[in-house]
């Protein structure tokens, strides 16, 4: 019986053969923490007798969630964290380069093949480069840090299959909601998503974060997409290494397959306040917004603000909404600045901020206070997400937020 | 030992807001458990009390903020019909026992409760409920007490050597 790109992975870096519902002690390729999570996971190392990091090159910090720091106790987070990385020679990108998934990424910190795990629920997001990538609590991570490796019970794989090409102003982030209503909150716990289909091998390295990146909004343990020729070619000059195959099996055994088509798909939103809510923009168009958020590591990319852009055209924002647009990156931000974007969404009027987690973080800034709502690129509408717990939160597309960020109430984005 | 009663989807946002993740002290933690979504949580809970839920609790962040919470409040057991994968491990890591449960809607809010692990059974008021068992591999690190006591000792790991099937 043929294996899974996941069971591939396992056996590959273990010399065996492992499938699916194995547990397994397997060495990790990365392990990421961040300001919110990285100073308990420090703090566990320690308390479990760890004295030298497994090996620093393997480990990334960063800090994205609380920065600049917003209070004193996340400025003492941010000291600690520092002496750490200064005391285990860890290269600490620190707040200067944005959000941890797109850093990891960029930075060529996770390739075809790896085995990642992230202090970060969003950390199955490196499967758009064909690793396997898993989010993980502190005290696990304490334990990463200490040996290098960590229990992983190997998951079965559900197969979305995507055909049919994308409509105009619908994209991967429209997609990831559709799947996410049809699979459910918890229709893929314990398991993992391959993104397969002719559609997915045109999808763009962005469009496949963003799939991936939803990943856990559907309880799954990774996404993955399989390594091609888009994902080596994003590779060079962030990794040196040859390319490898590295698909699933014709006959692996799968889960489940599903299939969806994607020719006839309408903008896509999740209502409040869970992100299996997706409905056609239309069923909640006319629906008033205070408050518009594009970034995360869902959708702040270069293609992100360029669509958002694009959608502006030559119009203002809506002077009742704060729109609030934040690069995922700093590359990501020199792109945008470069492509003279940032002077156009200022000029319009939204606050362009530096790099980080912004508002979907729900406690920095950009928090909504009650009976207020947000219509955001990010991932997540829990209630309370972004501020007061009687505030809504809808999420949709850069295409969307932009088209509705003009008007001041949700939009088609092929209306404006 | 009372129970507190919530629905399906329990995110971790729900158990400790994002404003309060610079705390990690399950005591102050613990003061802000379930703010905004039941507020009577954090003033009366009480050492021992069990958090019943429905369906994929603990769902979102890898916040283990979330578990410590619970912690801080006293609440050392939560019953579930089922669990978000992140918080099935962060609870069993930090000493929270996350207990499956199917028929959790034979539960009632503040049902006097008392649970036999060894025997599967919970008691609710009288009624009995039975429980799933945990997952083998999980429970050496029950048994030690959490993730730290069961790694502390632990010069190395062996490495890629299947566990359970």
């Known amino acids: 019986m043929g294996a899974t790109i996941v069971e591939k992975i396992f056996s590959k870096k273990c010399g065996g053969d492992i499938r699916a519902g194995e547990v397994v002690m397997a060495p990790v390729d990365g392990a990421m923490i961040h300001d919110i999570t990285g100073p308990l996971a420090i703090q566990k190392f320690y308390e479990m007798g760890g004295s030298k990091v497994f090996d620093p090159k393997h480990v990334i910090m960063l800090f994205d969630h609380q920065i600049p720091a917003d209070s004193i106790p996340a400025a003492e987070n941010h000291v600690y964290m520092r002496k750490f990385a200064a005391e285990q020679q860890i290269h600490n990108y620190d707040i200067n380069e944005g959000v941890c998934h797109q850093v990891v990424l960029e930075k ?210 809506n002077p009742k909404v704060r729109v609030i647009i934040i690069p995922a990156s700093r590359d990501e931000y020199l792109k945008t600045l470069k492509a003279g974007l940032i002077g156009k969404f200022v000029k319009a009027g939204a606050l362009v901020e530096a790099p980080c987690c912004g508002p979907c973080m729900g406690g920095a800034f950009g928090l909504l206070a009650p009976g207020e709502v947000s219509l955001s690129t990010s991932n997540r509408n829990f209630k309370g997400r972004q501020g007061s717990t009687e505030g809504k939160v809808y999420l949709c597309s850069p295409a969307t937020a932009a088209a509705s960020a003009i008007t001041g109430i949700i939009t088609d984005p092929r209306e404006v | ?77 939560v019953v579930a019909q089922s669990f978000a994968r992140i918080f099935f491990r962060n609870a069993i890591n930090v000493g929270v026992l996350p207990v499956v449960c199917h028929k959790t809607d034979q539960i009632a809010d503040g049902a006097k409760i008392t649970l036999n692990i060894r025997k599967g059974i919970i008691e609710a008021d009288g009624k009995k409920v039975k429980i799933e068992q945990v997952p083998e591999f999980m429970q050496g690190i029950i048994d030690a007490g959490g993730l730290v006591e069961y790694a502390k000792n632990m010069k190395e790991v062996p490495v890629c050597t299947k566990s359970h099937r």
């Open chain 2, 1 to 77: 030992m009372r129970v507190w009663k919530f629905g399906d989807d329990i995110d971790t946002d729900a158990i400790i807001p994002g404003r309060f993740l610079t705390i990690y002290d399950p005591k102050e933690l613990a003061k802000h458990a379930f703010e905004g979504t039941r507020d009577d949580f954090s003033k009366k809970a009480k050492e021992g009390d069990i958090v019943v839920a429905g369906r994929n609790f603990g769902c979102g962040s890898s916040r283990e903020h979330a578990p410590l919470a619970l912690i801080g409040a006293g609440v050392k057991v």
């Open chain 1, 108 to 317: 060529g910190r996770a390739a075809p093949g790896e085995i990642i795990v992230g202090a970060d629920s969003h950390t199955c997001m490196y499967g758009a480069a064909g690793a396997f990538a898993t989010g993980i609590g502190s005290t696990d991570m304490g334990f990463v840090l200490k040996f290098g490796a960590l229990y992983f019970k190997v998951p079965g794989t559900i197969r979305a299959e995507v055909s049919g090409k994308f409509p105009k102003r619908v994209g991967a982030k429209d997609l990831i909601l559709s799947i996410a209503a049809d699979i459910g909150a918890d229709g893929a716990t314990y398991e993992a998503i391959e993104f397969a289909g002719k559609t997915i091998s045109k999808l763009d390295m962005a469009g496949r974060m963003t799939c991936c990146n939803m990943a856990i909004e559907m309880g799954a343990k990774a996404g993955i997409v399989a390594p091609d020729k888009i994902t080596w070619e994003y590779m060079k000059g962030r990794r040196k290494m040859k390319s490898f195959p590295l698909e699933s099996d014709d006959d692996a055994s799968f889960v489940t397959k599903r299939s969806y088509t994607v020719s006839d798909m309408e903008p896509q939103v999740a209502v409040p306040h869970n992100v299996d809510t997706g409905v056609p923009v239309s069923r909640v168009a006319g629906t008033h917004i205070d408050q518009v958020f594009i970034g995360s590591c869902t959708n702040g990319r270069f293609e992100d603000l360029e669509e958002a852009a694009e959608v502006l055209g030559r119009k203002k924002f």
